[in-house]
T-cell receptor, first 114, second 114 residues
Framework: GENVEQHPSTLSVQEGDSAVIKCTYS??????FPWYKQELGKRPQLIID?????GEKKDQRIAVTLNKTAKHFSLHITETQPEDSAVYFC?????????????FGTGTKLQVIP | DGGITQSPKYLFRKEGQNVTLSCEQN?????MYWYRQDPGQGLRLIYY???????QKGDIAEGYSVSREKKESFPLTVTSAQKNPTAFYLC?????????????FGPGTRLTVL
C-alpha cells in the first residue's frame, strides 16, 4: 500500500522565520495531497492542498510544492507567528480497487518561539 | 465546527467490554472514515466506507468493526479483541469523487481503558 514519510518530526523556529516540512510518498497513482493543521486536543483542519496537475500553490503565508517525478511535496510557512504552533500532517490520496484511500504522514510538531 | 459530530467526547471502558463510538454527518457526504491517533503518531486508518452498506478495512482494522446502514452515520465498535484501545479516535467524511477531495474531521472521541 501507500507509504507517506514526513520530516522533520519536530521543528522549532523563531517568530518571523520560515518553516519547511517535507513529505515523500510511494504510490505514483496518488493525485491529491492535502495538508492539515491540528492544534492540541482539536480536530485536524485543512490548510492547503495541491492536485497532481499543479506544481505549486500559495495562500498568503502558506505554500505547497509538488514534485511528482521525485514523489515529494513540501509545506512552506513564511513569516511564522506563534499561532502557527501546532502539529501538521501531510497526506496522499490514492485509489485502491476502485476505492479512495488516504494515508497520512506521522506529523510535524511546529513550535514558533516568540 | 458542526457538520460532522462525534460522541461521546470522552469514553472509559473496562477490559473485556465492547464500546461503540458514534459519528454523524449532515454534509451529504458519501465517504466516511475512522482514524486512530496515538500520542506522537499520525492518523492511522481503521475503516472507511464509500457508500451505504459497504465498507473496507484500513491499515489497523483488527479488533474493530463498523456498519454503514445510513449515509449520515458510521459507528465504530471497539471490541474486546482490540488489546490496546486507549487512543484518540477521529471520524471524517468527504465527497466521493475522482481522488481530489477534502476530508472534514469530527471533534474526536478520547477512549481510555481502565
Amino acid at each position: 500500500g501507500e507509504n507517506v514519510e514526513q520530516h522533520p518530526s519536530t521543528l522549532s523556529v523563531q517568530e518571523g522565520d520560515s518553516a519547511v516540512i517535507k513529505c515523500t510518498y510511494s504510490d505514483s497513482a496518488s493525485n491529491y495531497f492535502p495538508w492539515y493543521k491540528q492544534e492540541l486536543g482539536k480536530r485536524p483542519q485543512l490548510i492547503i492542498d495541491i492536485r497532481s496537475n499543479v506544481g505549486e500553490k500559495k495562500d498568503q503565508r502558506i505554500a505547497v510544492t509538488l514534485n511528482k517525478t521525485a514523489k515529494h511535496f513540501s509545506l512552506h510557512i513564511t513569516e511564522t507567528q506563534p499561532e502557527d504552533s501546532a502539529v501538521y500532517f501531510c497526506a496522499a490520496i490514492f485509489n485502491s480497487g476502485g476505492y479512495q484511500k488516504v494515508t497520512f504522514g506521522t506529523g510535524t510538531k511546529l513550535q514558533v518561539i516568540p | 465546527d458542526g457538520g460532522i459530530t462525534q460522541s461521546p467526547k470522552y469514553l472509559f471502558r473496562k477490559e473485556g467490554q465492547n464500546v461503540t463510538l458514534s459519528c454523524e454527518q449532515n454534509l451529504n457526504h458519501d465517504a466516511m472514515y475512522w482514524y486512530r491517533q496515538d500520542p506522537g503518531q499520525g492518523l492511522r486508518l481503521i475503516y472507511y466506507s464509500q457508500i451505504v452498506n459497504d465498507f473496507q478495512k484500513g491499515d489497523i482494522a483488527e479488533g474493530y468493526s463498523v456498519s454503514r446502514e445510513k449515509k449520515e452515520s458510521f459507528p465504530l465498535t471497539v471490541t474486546s479483541a482490540q488489546k490496546n484501545p486507549t487512543a484518540f479516535y477521529l471520524c471524517a467524511s468527504s465527497m466521493a469523487s475522482g481522488g481530489a477531495v477534502e476530508q472534514f474531521f469530527g471533534p474526536g472521541t478520547r477512549l481510555t481503558v481502565l
